[in-house]
């Protein structure tokens, strides 16, 4: 009893597939004229007018059809239509096969259309199953939903998934943007692009350019993997991953990252770039560096390097000052000092400066609100330019004023050649191109290398440096100020010379001082280089640091950074895609201008 009870659920087994494989007929619902005709062992009926045919769920209609019932397929011709369950497909000739459920639709344009979905697709040859509600195209094709638009060779579309697959000379358009491609998956439910190749988006904001995007346009997000690059005209950014949020006004990029200006002189390198469009702000956290190439630099351009743990870049709207520019004539230096006679002149100097540039003195005028822009770097701050080296705990740079402060515990620290300043704090201001003048504020000391163990030295509560093209020119210390200045005649030492006054003036060239004036009673002390201590030889808590100064940009670049030129294939690549893709961008954006022009209407004769 046993053995028959397994063999019967065999036997069911068995059974199973078939019924459930059993064939679903083509049936024929109306015709005006149906004529069989033998074609050798099998009748084929031909239809005449009005031609209506069933298969499952789906209705065909024609104007004339072949229906061979035996073996459950039929063609159709002229004005075919079928309407299933969800698709409405129309086009001039239909080869159906009943068994399968595979038909191919031919015509000048063959629609499919998806009521639920609420999708269009369009070819000149569709392939679909009735079955499964899947068509697809191997010859060229659209796919429109709402605002979504795709193009392209080969295309698969699947109204159960509610996906739409295509590939091969892949365009894809919408409302705010325009994607180039290999391959696109379209989500219908999520309204989700998804790109696959050397992708390019256009939207307003500029390009994107990836080997895997993915376009969220319900949440209006833009997500770009591999050889990722983002371009809005004013800047570029390159990463290996970018995240772009359009609503909330938010960019995120990680990897190798690099944000470079139109002409590529200044970058910042790091390995996490955040930006918010509103306010505008940037924050490079993960080993960031700065690279800026100083075109006014003399004899040669130069490039800074600058280190830091942490950079933040925003920008605010600010009152400027805007005022009429009156020229008014500075003080000239000859036997005296600055403004005023000066009370003693040093005789290391070959003479006094007879005639300086005017000064602009503003008188009068408005405000304006204008965008200014604002930076700070925090941590480990570190930099090397062939004239300049700093180390610093903060840096922060001001646009309003044009300034850049230096701070640090104890102090931060300015090198430039063979001269070393330091301070509580230290403060750049710029002109229009290049650093004017620096201050050195509260126990500022700087010292400019007279041999391996001797150092030249002003120091007191303010120091101010004047510069041209980057080099100092004159120096101006206030506050008990201190002055130690070796001597030398024909190259050997002959004393140490110490000097003590409220406040001095010293003009160097070539990181040399010239001529030094001193104001309100100096007291000076020539000490033989016999009798001098090492207290003489520097002024109180003077060191020099060599120990902590960047050598070269080696000290400074960090080490995830082998490559500065990375993302300049990439950059090149772009641009030869920019060039590809216009014609078309152009050709649909004048198309879109004609569809949105108003119709004139007719004049009253």
């Known amino acids: 009893m046993r053995r028959l009870a397994v063999c019967l659920l065999f036997g069911l087994l068995a059974v199973t597939p078939a019924l459930a494989q059993r064939q679903v007929e083509v049936e024929i619902l109306n015709a005006h004229e149906m004529r069989p005709r033998r074609m050798g062992s099998t009748t084929v009926f031909r239809l005449l007018g009005d031609v209506r045919l069933r298969h499952g769920e789906a209705v065909m209609v024609c104007d004339s059809a072949h229906v061979d019932q035996a073996a459950n397929t039929f063609d159709a011709f002229g004005h075919v239509r079928i309407r299933s369950k969800d698709l409405r497909i129309s086009g001039d000739t239909l080869y159906y096969d009943g068994q399968s459920g595979n038909g191919r639709m031919l015509g000048r344009q063959v629609e499919l259309h998806d009521t639920v979905e609420k999708a269009y697709l369009w070819a000149n040859l569709l392939f679909f199953n009735t079955r499964d509600n899947t068509a697809h195209y191997m010859t060229g094709g659209r796919i429109r939903r709402e605002r979504t638009n795709l193009e392209s060779k080969h295309g698969y579309y699947d109204s159960n998934q509610k996906l739409a697959t295509v590939s091969r000379a892949v365009v894809y358009r919408s409302d705010s943007a325009e994607a180039y491609g290999d ?24 390009m994107a350019y990836g080997l895997k995007v993915a376009i969220d346009q319900t949440n209006r997000t833009l997500e770009v993997e591999g050889e990722a690059a983002v371009d809005n005209g004013a800047n570029r950014v390159y990463a290996d991953w970018l995240f772009s949020n359009r609503r909330q006004g938010h960019t995120q990029a990680k990897g190798h990252v690099v944000l470079v200006d139109s002409l590529g002189y200044q970058r910042l390198y790091t390995q996490h770039l955040q930006y918010w469009r509103s306010p505008q702000l940037a924050v490079a956290d993960d080993d960031p560096l700065l690279f800026s190439v100083d075109t006014s630099a003399r004899p040669a351009t130069d490039t800074l390097f600058l280190r830091m743990d942490t950079l933040r870049a925003w920008s605010e709207l600010a009152e400027r000052k805007v005022k009429a520019a009156q020229p008014t004539p500075r003080f000239a230096i000859t036997g005296g000092g600055v403004g005023e006679k000066a009370s003693h002149r040093d005789s290391i100097g070959s003479g006094a400066i007879s005639k300086v540039d005017d000064s602009v003195v503003n008188q009068g005028g408005a405000s304006v609100v204008d965008t200014v822009r604002y930076a700070r770097a925090v941590g480990g701050v570190r930099a090397f330019r062939r004239d300049l080296q700093l180390v610093a705990d903060t840096l922060y740079l001001n646009g309003l004023d044009s300034t850049v402060t230096l701070l640090r515990t104890p102090f931060p620290f300015v090198w430039s050649d063979s001269t070393q300043g330091v301070a509580e704090r230290i403060v750049g201001y710029f002109g229009r191109k290049t650093l004017d003048s620096i201050r050195f504020v509260g126990k500022a000391i700087a010292a400019i290398q007279d041999d391996s ?63 030094i004036y001193f104001y309100e009673g100096p007291k000076s002390d020539m000490i033989p280089p016999k009798n001098a201590t090492q207290e003489d030889r520097k002024l109180f808590g003077f060191e020099w640091h060599d120990d902590i100064r960047p050598h070269s940009k080696g000290d400074i670049i960090p080490g995830w950074l082998t490559d500065f030129n990375f993302y300049q294939a990439r950059q090149q690549q772009m641009e030869d895609y920019r060039q590809k893709d216009s014609p078309a961008i152009q050709a649909k954006r004048k198309e879109k201008s004609r569809s949105n022009e108003p119709v004139q209407p007719a004049t009253a004769q």
């Open 453 to 515: 163990v001797s150092f030249n030295q002003a120091g007191g509560a303010l120091l101010v440096g004047l510069l041209e093209h980057n080099e100092l020119r004159r120096v101006r210390v206030e506050g008990d100020a201190q002055l130690i200045f070796f001597m030398r005649d024909k190259g050997d030492l002959v004393g140490i010379n110490r000097v003590e006054c409220p406040s001095f003036t010293a003009h160097v060239a070539q990181n040399k001082p010239t001529d």
């Open 183 to 206: 391959s696109i998956q379209y989500f219908q439910e999520l309204d989700l692009v998804k790109c696959w190749g050397k992708t390019r988006v256009y939207d307003r904001e500029g």
